[in-house]
């Protein structure tokens, strides 16, 4: 498989294993709370990836390892809370639209931090974007009124921080390889999940009289195993392989793949949030189309 049929291929899996990330969130906030949900899952990554990838630490040296702390603070800790606390209000398929944000701010970050060069093509995809966000969210709250799309507000922070940490990952950790990238990371973030957690009453009977609590657990477990560890392997290279934004255009895909989930568990999803959506997706597709010709 040559470079460019391997990055494609990274492409699509990470659309089907990402895009059913959210559902499975759902499912964990059945009977775990954020703080257990976003926690749990980092404590589960961490041991898991320790039992691969301990090996791959010795590659890091030791100049990098502020920036392999920080991509695990900003890439994989806070967003796993973040995602957590906006499923209790958003629906999963909306939240999955709301995360294609990541190409366009992994634009505007390598624009306004790293001083990577922008065409007005690209800032005109960057506006739709966003015009397409709030329009979603907006129309969102009229067909859920009932939901507080505020906490839509969160899948943007960690869209910010996404777009961050793929930028870091390519100009910074462009030769550490993916494995020890991802096992570094969660050397970095496992303490102050593992404290989340113990604070959070996971271990507490309580938490267990939920007669679903097991159930929520395995979705849990799932998602840590495949939406986390084996997905951010497979970034990570991908990033490597590619470009930040085309790596970020994953979220093109993954929406498709929420939004089945959503509707198969039954979520609303009307005419003017597909419309929104479209937007979007248009405005991804405006910037990622000059970022790529751009590409050194």
């Not at 499975?24 to 320790?50: D, E, H, N, Y």
């Not at 806070?78 to 939240?95: N, Q, R, Y």
């Not at 690209?122 to 966000?133: D, K």
């Amino acid at each position: 498989m040559n470079q460019e049929q391997k990055k494609w291929t990274y492409l699509f899996v990470l659309a089907i294993v990402w895009g059913s990330s959210f559902i499975l969130i759902k499912k964990g906030l059945v009977a775990l709370t954020p703080l257990q949900l976003g926690s749990l899952r980092t404590v589960i990554s961490s041991l898991f990836i320790f039992m691969i990838g301990y090996k791959s630490v010795k590659t890091i040296l030791n100049h990098q390892w502020k920036w392999i702390i920080l991509s695990g603070f900003i890439g994989t800790f806070l967003p796993a809370f973040l995602f957590a606390f906006a499923e209790t209000e958003v629906d999963s398929g909306i939240v999955s639209i709301l995360n294609a944000l990541v190409p366009l701010n992994a634009t505007l970050i390598g624009l306004a931090v790293f001083k990577i060069a922008s065409t007005k093509i690209q800032m005109l995809g960057v506006m739709l974007g966003f015009i397409g966000a709030s329009m979603l969210i907006f129309n969102s709250m009229e067909l859920n009124p009932d939901q507080n799309y505020l906490y839509a507000g969160f899948v943007v922070l960690a869209t910010v921080m996404y777009g961050f940490n793929v930028n870091i990952i390519k100009h910074y950790l462009q030769d550490v390889k993916p494995l020890a990238i991802a096992t570094g990371n969660f050397i970095a973030i496992f303490i102050p999940a593992f404290l989340v957690l113990i604070f959070s009453d996971f271990f507490s009977s309580q938490t267990y009289e939920h007669e679903a609590v097991f159930v929520s657990i395995g979705y849990v477990a799932i998602l840590a195993v495949f939406g986390t560890v084996m997905a951010k392997i497979i970034f990570n290279n991908l990033i490597q392989i590619s470009s930040p934004v085309f790596a970020s255009s994953v979220t093109y895909l993954m929406p498709l793949v929420a939004l089945l989930w959503g509707l198969a568990d039954g979520e609303l999803f009307g005419l003017d949030q597909g419309l929104a959506s479209l937007l979007i997706l248009c405005g991804i597709y405006l910037a990622n189309k000059k970022a790529k010709k751009n590409r050194s």
